[in-house]
């Protein structure tokens, strides 16, 4: 056995071992040794392995699979520009708290500097984001299987924090099995592999460390995070009697989390009586410049799980791990009428919105958003596009405690949406999986959809809200009428795909919803990977939100 293989095939025995449930390979050559020990352990069941030709696209598979099972998943690939495609994933991962391992073949350090083909540095390549675990290069020599052991297992230690971790693998020819002499070590690393096994223990919740008091009439704001700070947070909101505002991917069920809560902040100054006193915001929340507006206004208390807590406009004036109910000794009083006025206000928002939805037509992105939240069945997965499905649902949808929602908001790009929602998919074997994305999102990753027949196809219904390019930027400063001789081309950006004939080229079945009825027919559970289409007009995009906070606005506060 040769150098090369004898290491690929630790590697691949090390990351099972120490409970990297699923693979992600895209072909090449340096990565050969690895692809193969790969294909073996995928043999004898010690882990999954998927195949997929895209490495930006393969990076977000991965991501999605380590998010659904909750155990760090790897991706691995050749040399050279390779690797650059998977920062992507690799910078998601890191602002999302999400473990991926990065394995990246690299040429052995005698050809760097010589010109050799497909040669770049590519260590610390992902630097700051990811941590470099950098191997020597295997040589036919006895004590390296312990080395090599302790490297993994380090790597996958560090990925459990939350962290990104880049395994950079220099091999030497040859790159496949050979008849050589048996390897010197025993490769299943005993005696004493034990000492190299790292387990995943549950994360350990932070003691209570509230020192400040905390207002009767607080406000609560719940973005991205870990649910379990989620969870523990809006129990003391509750007991407390504030009000709840969740982002979609932190809903949590709780009785007290208002729909169309972002609608009314936006018009916050004209209820006095709502104002809050003092705003807790639990993770990351990203979606709403009314959320960033409120920060500005009242003391701000950070509840975060990242080294780079929320805190933009740099007004958070206390940020700590926790707050559980133990830390309820702190709040000053209570007033029922604060949670009242709120609840009231929400009720007014949502009957107004739901009248104009369907007063205005079918479909738009808000309409479809709450529609299609609305009609999923009991335990299914949503994954949430980045630009507006998210922001759609955020902004009309109720909350439903059965629905685990996903999406990308580390840093919110729409690089490898239909891979992420894939691998989500995937690890939620037993339960429906839902994705709605927008069509420029949809576009972007048309590769996800490239599956081989030998892979694990998912179980997905991926609803594309097409209306020929990017509806968001119609609700920015740029989409005002007075930037309409720039705004179509550069902003607009009209494609013209036709995504029945792109599906059938990836041989995915297509379906095209043209009214409410065939959008819940189409929604359904069923086996396998579809693409539900509905089209839109783009152009009502900017009149219609606007029309919606004027009459949530009157409604609630009128």
Known sequence: MNPSTAQAMVIADELARNGVLHVVVCPGSRNAPLSMALVDADAQGKLKLHVRVDERSAGFLAMGLAESTGRPAAVVCTSGTAVANFHPAVLESYHSGAGLIVISADRPPELHGTGANQTIDQRNLFAPAAILVDFPVAERREGQNPVWRGLVCRAVAQAESGRPVQINVPFREPLVPTGEPDWPDSLDGRPGRERWTTSAPPRSVASSRVDFPLPARTLMVVGSGRPDRATAACEVATRAGWPIIAEPVATTGN??????????????????????????????????????????????????????????QFVAIHVRGWLDTTDLRHVQGHDPEWLTGWRTAADRAATVADKLLEEDGWPSGLRIARDLVAALPSGAMLFLGSSNPVRDVDLVAEARDDVTIHANRGVAGIDGNVSAAIGLALGYRDRPAYALLGDLTFLHDSNGLLIGPPEARPDLTIVVLNDDGGGIFSLLEQGAPEHGNSFERVFGTPHGADLRAMCAAYQVRHVLAGTPEQLREALRPERGLRVVEVRADRTRLRDLHARLREAVTNAAFG
């Open 255 to 312: 009785a007290s989390v208002l729909r169309c809560g972002p609608l009314l902040l936006g018009s916050l100054e004209k209820a006095p009586d709502l104002r809050p006193e003092a705003v807790v915001v639990v993770g990351r929340p990203t979606l709403s410049r009314g959320v960033r507006g409120l920060m500005g206004r009242a003391p701000v208390y950070g509840i975060g799980d990242h080294p780079q807590w929320t805190d933009p």
